[in-house]
């Protein structure tokens, strides 16, 4: 599998983790050695211990590359002050943007998405905004300087998955920076699916963290980024309406 290279920066796994949500830290390093993602995503507002032995400790220890976030921000000021933070915080201008405009939906707002993304890109940082799978946003994000589009799949934390496949397609054929699927996920299926339509990587949380079991959970989500992207690679057959004999007709025995 070719791996993806964001801002041109090349990313070691198609997999994206957050981390909010585990039971308890322990289970921290175990999941992070199954999912081996390419990115893992730290909440700035919400990450309450940065001591030692803490979720940053921890992170820092295992030395996967962290992408702090927006989480909770429901402004754009807000966010591109939680960006300024993460920076002085984490020595990184790589920020996910989010910026939501709901409370109980925890929908993106997109006209506050849009006017940070604006700020936070003129101030140097790399930003990956969360986002509705609207292409036009989309474009209009990428044309405002974003290094990837991260549209939703499915309301953060449902686990419904992919709701609207061609939407998501719409997205990827919008824009030329990469696509990656971000909230709803619930198992692997989904990620596959996600891969399928073209996504250039997933962003898992809770699937994991949430699961019955979250390291076999993280590892299974691992396999499905690769074999959602083997497939898109390979091109699926075309659906048709009516069968066709995968043996000729022609030559048979009668």
Known sequence: MTNLTVAGRELSSRLLLGTGGLPHLSLLEPVLAAAAPGLVTVSVRRTSSRGEGGLLDLLRAARVPLLPNTAGCLTAREAVLTAELAREALGTDWVKLEV???ETSLLPDAVGLLEAAE???RRGFTVLP???ADPVLARRLEDAGCAAVMPLGSPIGSGLGVLDPHAIESVVAAVAV????DAGIGTASDVALAMELGCDAVLAATAVTRADDPVTMAGALRLAVDAGHAARRAG????R???RASSPMTGRIA
Do not use: W
Request: no cysteine; net charge positive.
């Open 100 to 102: 939501i405009g709901d």
């Open 119 to 121: 700020q936070l890109v």
């Open 130 to 132: 969360y986002a509705p």
């Open 178 to 181: 990469p696509v990656v699927l």
């Open 236 to 239: 699926r057959i075309p659906r």
């Open 241 to 243: 309406a009516q069968a």
